[in-house]
């Protein structure tokens, strides 16, 4: 049984049909991506896993479970977060309170405390920021800060939507490394990426999306050298 599952998921908005029919899993310990031109669909499909949108249509399974109609906050607490697209982090807040609004579904106070360990070690930018206001950090340190607050509810899945929009370069490089040091350490990951390239150079499979159908699908070192993918995606 697949960790995550969507079937035949139909999202409107209105009269619009952003998702048509859209149908995935995700296998624990897998890294899986969303790829796809802006309009896609593929934060839609975040957004409706997570709770903040209803589906039309499709079931949305976690470890078997259908997820329609459980409110956001609870499908946090199953074991799901998320990542959200332009970081959203609490700008009036600091680092440290982030961190633990990241843990509000948790009452374990000494396992939080582990949780926050474990992400000051992962980054350790943050730590040493951990007294300073969350808006007065560059992106790629705010892009950080999203990332570890996500951990802190210890999900099985991250929900990754666009982590290197905005970032230089070298902090995207950064920034995929931390993913797959995160999946390694046991954390399945969907990721949504309009950085084609980037992401299939750390999936193992890739969903391509266009106006919100899934129009192939495979190993992601396959759709590397698609040329339909090279020449709408990659730039080549």
């Known amino acids: 049984m697949a960790l995550l599952e969507v079937k035949d998921l ?39 896993i997570n709770g903040l949108i209803e589906a039309k249509g499709g079931e949305i399974l976690f470890e078997g479970a259908n997820l329609q109609k459980i409110p956001a906050h609870k499908i946090v607490s199953l074991g799901i977060a998320h990542v959200p697209e332009g970081r959203r982090v609490f700008s009036q807040l600091t680092v ?15 396992e939080i405390a ?18 300073q206001y969350a808006g007065t950090l560059s992106g790629g340190e705010q892009q950080m800060l ?14 990754m939507d666009e982590p290197s929009m905005g970032l230089s370069p070298i902090l995207v490089e950064e920034i995929f490394d931390i993913i797959n040091e995160i999946n390694k350490s046991g954390t399945t990951i969907l990721l949504v990426e309009q950085n084609a ?4 150079s750390v999936a193992n499979r890739a969903y391509v999306l266009e106006t919100g159908k899934i129009v192939l699908e495979g190993d992601a070192r396959y759709l590397m050298n698609d040329e339909s993918v090279k020449k709408a995606y990659l730039g080549e």
């Open 10 to 48: 139909q999202v409107y908005y209105g009269v619009i049909q952003a998702v048509k029919g859209v149908s995935f899993t995700v296998e624990e310990g897998e890294i899986i991506a969303l790829i796809g031109a802006n309009g896609a669909g593929k934060t839609t499909i975040l957004h409706t």
């Open 96 to 110: 440290y309170d982030n961190l633990l609004m990241g843990a509000y579904t948790r009452s374990d106070k000494s």
């Open 114 to 131: 582990n949780s926050l360990e474990r992400v000051y070690t992962r980054f350790p930018r943050l730590k040493e920021r951990r007294n």
């Open 146 to 159: 999203a990332m570890g607050r996500a951990l802190m509810s210890s999900p099985r899945i991250l929900l």
């Open 197 to 200: 390239r980037k992401a299939l």
